[in-house]
């Protein structure tokens, strides 16, 4: 089916509209050049898995499922190796699995992965010693060292992060159909993790676990046909270009779908009413995201879902809260309640991550793994008390053993955060204290 002139014209809006954080790039023809490339590349998502993703979020709303969203704060050319993604899914799956149990609901699993190459800056330029270069903006813009050369944002960029999107998702896809997805393998690794005398607190609920996965198998549960699952990508659609370039006509129903990733975010920064991001969003068909920080007012809530929700579609929309642990108690509730009384229907999901930043004396930018776990429970206390859905949980991890967050029951501490922060913007969960979160977050779904 053929798209509608309007609709059409409609994916040009944004070009109109005051739009914030995107590159200065030195060459428009060289733009123009890699924007044509990307256009007449195949799309990375299709269709149908993105409005099967609205499906599931629409279970999310209702309670009937709980969203598990989770990668780098930025993925790096560099890292997106084989072993690099395989960890990642890995502890994504493991710390479903424990979810699933706590939440007794099946868990949507969404990759902070395959398209996470683009990051807002608070500010335009970075200077050191003196010298002024254009921020890092993450690889699909410019590289991290602080040169002229490596800092000039450069265009071909977009096609390097298409590729190797491309090239992550092909692997998400084989893992995650291929066997490794395997309940009874994913919580053999789970065995592992409480082999670590640090987490004995969670031995009642380990051991409930296992007699649980004990109890499918004796029941006669078809692990075999169950070990198949639904990973979905994400990422924060940031570059306008490169979200325009992927957006493409669904021939079955001849509406527009951003084929970069199933699922789409507007970041914190970018999530003005009337401004570009929200305006090509409000386009598309795939179920998308909004992050609300703790400045956010109920009347941009209403204004943000009326507008891209106007038709009220369950799982359509997502409010991605982050408020710091600090906040969340007295800023979340009102939010909540003024969208809850507009009517329209959306998936409340909580990152504890992006209100708990905070730099040591030594220069790194880090959190507290205690602030994370105290907003995820302040999240969960506030939608009890409002008899709403708490929905899901937006992190930021690795499966490697990097030291970027303080704290854990390994009490990772400010010296340690030296021996291997890689991280080149925020800080992540190792493999250990995401599976920690996960069986603390499991105890409180339960409780
Ligand atoms: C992020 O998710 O990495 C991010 C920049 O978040 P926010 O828009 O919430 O600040
Ligand atoms: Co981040």
Redesign the pocket.
């Known amino acids: 089916m053929e798209a509608h002139p309007e609709v059409l014209d409609g994916l040009e809006h944004w070009r109109e509209l005051p739009r914030v954080q995107q590159p200065t790039y030195p060459s428009q023809p060289a733009l123009d050049a890699a924007v044509k490339d990307l256009a007449a590349m195949p799309p990375l998502v299709f269709a149908g898995e993105a409005d099967k993703l609205t499906e599931r979020l629409a279970e999310a709303s209702r309670g009937d499922a709980f969203v598990l969203q989770g990668g780098d ?1 930025a993925e790096t050319f560099a890292h997106n190796t084989a072993d690099a993604i395989r960890t990642k899914i890995m502890t994504i799956l493991q710390m479903s699995a424990v979810l699933t149990y706590g939440a007794s609901v099946p868990v949507v699993k969404m990759g902070r992965m395959a398209g996470q190459y683009a ?2 800056r608070s500010a335009d330029t970075e200077t050191r010693e003196g010298v002024t270069l254009p921020a890092y903006r993450g690889d699909a813009v410019n590289a991290h060292g602080f040169t002229e050369d490596e800092r000039m944002p450069d265009p071909q960029r977009l096609l390097r992060s298409y590729h190797a999107s491309a090239s992550t998702l092909n692997l998400i896809r084989a893992f995650t159909y291929g066997g490794f997805a395997d309940l009874r393998r994913v919580h053999e690794w789970n065995k592992g993790f409480m082999r670590n005398p640090a987490y004995a607190r969670f031995e009642v609920l380990a051991a409930e676990i296992d007699r649980a996965v004990r109890f499918m198998g004796a029941a006669g549960v078809d692990f075999e046909a169950i070990k198949t699952v639904e990973f979905y990508s994400s990422h ?1 659609a940031l570059l306008l270009d490169y979200e325009r370039a992927l957006t493409r006509i669904d021939s079955r129903t001849g509406q527009p779908y951003d084929t970069s990733a199933h699922f789409v975010w507007i ?3 970018t999530r003005q009413v009337d401004g570009a991001h929200v305006d090509l969003l409000s386009r598309v068909k795939n179920p998308v995201g909004v ?1 609300l ?1 703790p400045t956010s007012t109920v009347s941009d809530a209403v204004g943000l879902a009326e507008k891209l929700n106007p038709e009220g579609i369950p799982g359509r929309l997502t409010f991605i809260t ?1 408020m710091g642990a600090a906040r969340v108690r007295e800023a979340l509730p009102v939010l909540v309640e003024g969208v809850r009384d507009a009517g329209i229907p959306v998936v409340w999901i909580c ?1 504890p991550m ?1 209100g708990n930043t905070i730099t040591t004396e030594n220069g790194y930018k880090t959190r507290e793994f205690s602030s994370i776990l105290d907003e995820v429970k302040g999240f969960f206390e506030v939608h009890s008390a409002l008899g709403t859905v708490p929905g899901g949980l937006h992190v930021e991890l690795t499966g490697d053993d990097v030291t970027e967050i303080l704290g854990g029951a390994e009490e990772l501490d400010e010296t340690r955060l030296a021996q291997r922060y890689e991280t080149l913007v ?1 800080p992540r969960l190792n493999h250990q204290q995401a599976l920690e979160m996960a069986f603390a977050v499991a105890e409180m779904l339960r409780d």
């Open positions: 704060c990051k807002p924060e970041g914190e920064r992050k920080g982050r990152d992006h925020d």
